[in-house]
């Protein structure tokens, strides 16, 4: 297992793994015009004095002004997952909201970084995904980790990208290790390619370019036999090869799948 020693924060590899994986998610499922690439400049939204009331480190804010976002813009019942049950946080959106008053700092930081840390997560760490009932995925930019809450013993637990092994109670602050126990964490680059794994395997499953669900939740009785059915229909076509995977072909097997055998599971939005 890899330990602290071994990884550290780089601005632009952070970067470059985030867009990286976001380009994943638009060959697999994700419509590809929901990925924003920041101007060089960085996003005019995202300034110093836009997000000093979130009492971020400058490294914090210099690093959500030039990340790439999936687009939380316009009807957001309509926004992609980007993992199972997951929305990403587009932090130009949640700034623009904070600085005109939709929200407060308290509430961003509850939903961004959990209601069990907020209050204790040192300046140097930002939620990497924003809602009520999401996954939380939470950087430190001062040690160049990422921390899962509650992350599935299943995935946690995963061969391949090994969670971070030193204890948190032996380096962390005690207001911050109950919570950092409670959230396995792994290099910024393990962590995506982590997730890319689960896609490539078909533990976390698009059935649509807006929702993806996982192996991992439990099912109704009724649903019965549809993970075994949409992973089959994947590789049908071509999955995992991203040389050979017919993405659009595949999304309307998908759709049409759950209408005709599992229509309370399927996505019935528009585009999809």
Known sequence: MPTLHEVCYLRNATIAAIRDYYTFLSRLYLDEARVIIPPEAGWPEITSAGTEELGKTDEVVALLAHLPYICADGDQNDKAHGAPDCFFADWRFLIRSLVQGGTDADELK??????????????????????????????????????????????????????IEDDPYDW???????????????????????????FCELKFIPISQHTVISVYTPRQSRSEGMIPMLQSIYREHGWPSLEHYRKQECLAAVQQALEERYPHEADFRRGQ
């Not at 962390?172 to 689960?198: C, H, I, S, Y």
Request: net charge negative.
């Open 110 to 163: 509850v939903i961004t970084e959990g209601a069990e840390f907020y209050e204790n997560a040192p300046p140097d760490v930002i939620g990497l995904t924003a809602g009520a009932d999401n996954p939380l995925f939470v950087l430190d930019t001062k040690l160049g980790i990422i921390h899962w809450y509650e992350c599935p013993g299943e995935i946690r637990d995963n061969a391949l990208y090994e969670p």
């Open 172 to 198: 962390a602050p005690e207001n911050e290790a109950d919570w950092r126990n409670d959230a396995p964490a792994w290099g910024v680059t393990d962590f995506f390619e982590l997730l890319k794994e689960q």
